[in-house]
């Protein structure tokens, strides 16, 4: 069965995607070419212009990509109804989770961080964050609401704190492994970190 043409564009724009991703992740925007995400994927460079124009619109795409697919992901913490305490444990675990599964997304990060930024289309990523920030905030004020955490904690600076805590223990990884001898990234490792940040901040809360 041939595929129409429609099909076969998007067969070929996500093959540019996956080999820009690795590219990216790895090298970085400026370390980067075209010509090696046109051998990784088997799609010559004009018709990776043609899809994407740029390779500045390129990296633009696999940046949001990344983050769409951590999006994705955050609704599987989002769960109305349940306790307070739970739901920041379910944030914590899950994002661990997602981190450590994703290393792709931990690169595209700290590269963006060190270029200041400046591939990120206004208001995109809040637009992309702002249902998981959202809940974060409602189940902080309901846990207020409720008696079961402090009435004078800090909204901001807990879910920055979530992100953060989360994030660093991925982006320090090798030096720290070589720091302390020890493979910060395997199960168990992610796991009891993720229960020593889900105590610390239980600890702050209540």
Known sequence: MRLKQTERSELTKERILVAAEEEFSE???????VDAIAAAS???KRMIYAHFESKEKLYTKVLLRVY??????????MIDGLDPLE??????HISFGYLKNNPNFVRMLMWENLNRGMSIPDGELARL????MEYIRRQLVRGKELGIFRA???VYH???SLMNFCFAHFSNQHTMASILGRDI???EEVHSRAEFITDIIFKYLT
């Open 27 to 33: 090298k970085g925007f400026y370390g980067a070419r």
């Open 87 to 92: 739901s920041i444990r379910n944030i914590i």
């Open 68 to 77: 769409e697919r951590l999006a994705e992901c955050e609704k599987q913490f």
């Open 158 to 160: 807990v879910s920055v």
């Open 129 to 132: 964050k702002a249902p998981s």
């Open 152 to 154: 004078d904690i800090d």
């Open 185 to 187: 990234t395997s199960t």
């Open 42 to 44: 088997g799609i010559n």
